[in-house]
């Protein structure tokens, strides 16, 4: 596979670990391994390619790390020769109904955690935990999850609470990303430009995650309308693509993830108004299903060679 290094490439694009487990087989979290189990862990990151990679609470949580564990951690990449453009906060909601306030506390020290590792983005959303029903379920997104909040009290706390984590992350000089994603604040284009509004503080941008939203198996925006929205304000960006067949007789949908040069998102075009909109932050390949660190591997590969075939063209201004 291509190094993901290549010269003519300015934005970094980074393996996500969404098939890592949080544990090693059924020992104590990663969080509370060696760092000798952080490097086992990680080189197959760069055996696939890669040389950069996205930290998700959901793998380990740097945020739970003492200043020793993050020097440890520093280290352990270095030696790999990988970069991290980002650290994902997983389900960890700041409106969670009864852990709102633990959740916060751990995106401040995700923040600090960061800072400490220089690394530039910390991603956070309002998703929650994966139901029962949705773990036992072959694709999460088949099965509806936790209900939109609609008591505006709820989106109040939600704005204060990323208003907060955003002066913190100024304070430091780390951004924030705020990630779509369906049935919350950040579930449509609209929703997740206004909602941005409200906050209303620099440090803070969105991760146009649109695979959450097209991968519904409902009606769904067009995936164009949603980057025409949200590239204004993108800091960051996990790329995914799905395949969708549509019945509109019995209004049978069904979704399947597939390689981002496969799905019925046109990456090419894309980045062109990604391009156009001037953004030249992180992408972080995901894939679920199979081998999603080789998947993402060739996905990443895709992007380079678009990338280096693009460049901002007159009147694409979205």
Not at 8 to 30: K, M, S, T, V, Y
């Amino acid at each position: 596979m291509a190094d993901t290094t290549a010269p003519h490439i300015q934005h970094p694009i980074a393996a996500a670990l969404l098939q890592f487990r949080p544990a090693d087989a059924e020992g104590p979290p990663n969080h509370r391994l060696s760092p000798d189990h952080w490097h086992r862990m990680l080189r197959p990151v760069v055996q696939s390619g890669y040389s950069a990679v996205e930290i998700p609470s959901a793998w380990l949580r740097l945020g739970d790390l003492d200043e020793r564990g993050l020097a440890d951690f520093r280290a352990t990449i270095d030696d790999l020769g990988l970069s991290v453009p980002g650290i994902s906060v997983v389900r960890e909601s700041v409106i969670h109904p009864h852990n709102a306030a633990r959740n916060i506390a751990f995106s401040h020290r995700t923040i600090d955690a960061a800072a400490a590792l220089g690394v530039d983005i910390v991603c956070l959303g309002l998703h929650d935990r994966l139901t029962s029903e949705q773990q036992r379920a072959l694709w999460f997104w088949t099965v509806p999850g936790t209900p939109y909040p609609s008591d505006p009290h709820v989106r109040r706390a939600a704005v204060a609470a990323y208003r907060e984590l955003a002066e913190h992350a100024a304070s430091v000089g780390v951004r924030l990303s705020l990630e779509l994603y369906e049935d919350t604040f950040l579930g449509t284009g609209d929703d997740a430009v206004a909602f941005l509004g409200e906050i209303d503080h620099d440090a803070v941008g969105l991760n146009p995650d649109i695979g959450n939203l097209i991968r519904r198996q409902g009606p769904i925006e067009d995936w164009r309308d949603l980057l025409r929205l949200t590239l204004p304000h993108t800091n960051y960006w996990h790329v995914k693509n799905y395949m969708r067949l549509e019945d509109p007789a019995s209004g049978t949908v069904l979704t399947h993830p597939t390689a981002i040069e496969l799905g019925i998102i046109d990456y090419r075009e894309a980045l062109q108004m990604a391009a156009a909109n001037g953004f030249n932050g992180a992408f972080v390949v995901e894939h679920y299903g199979g081998d999603g660190l080789s998947v993402g591997a060739r996905n990443a590969d895709y992007l380079r060679s678009v990338l280096a075939q693009t460049a901002p063209q007159d009147g694409d201004a979205a």
